[in-house]
Nanobody
Framework: QVQLVESGGGLVQAGESLRLSCAASVNTFSISKMGWYRQAPGKQRELVATISSDGSTNYADYVKGRFTISRDNAKNTVYLQMNSLKPEDTAVYYC?????????WGQGTQVTVSS
């Protein structure tokens, strides 16, 4: 079992930045892949970014160059640095972990970007 707790969401203006954190209940070194997904009202949940245990990353086209995913295994935490935020980035952001073949989700954190 893995518990994931997100934090760092909030209300910002377009062009500003936020950093999301996802704290895991197990050593993140043992998690194969962690990621951030988001879901806007009336839309399906979509991929934002992932980071594997070897440090390789993957980003959705709509956040490339603006968002950065990173992990700190010493703190069992994954981060999502979000710069140059746009109103269309408004969504609930969820942390995800692939651990021994099973996917786990956090409860989500709201990000709202005003124009």
């Amino acid at each position: 079992q893995v518990q994931l707790v997100e934090s760092g969401g909030g209300l910002v203006q377009a062009g500003e930045s936020l950093r999301l954190s996802c704290a895991a209940s197990v050593n993140t070194f043992s998690i194969s892949k962690m990621g951030w997904y988001r879901q806007a009202p009336g839309k399906q949940r979509e991929l934002v970014a992932t980071i594997s245990s070897d440090g390789s990353t993957n980003y959705a086209d709509y956040v490339k160059g603006r968002f950065t995913i990173s992990r700190d295994n010493a703190k069992n935490t994954v981060y999502l640095q979000m710069n140059s935020l746009k109103p269309e980035d408004t969504a609930v952001y969820y942390c995800n972990a692939l651990y021994f073949g099973r996917f786990y989700w956090g409860q989500g954190t709201q990000v709202t970007v005003s124009s």
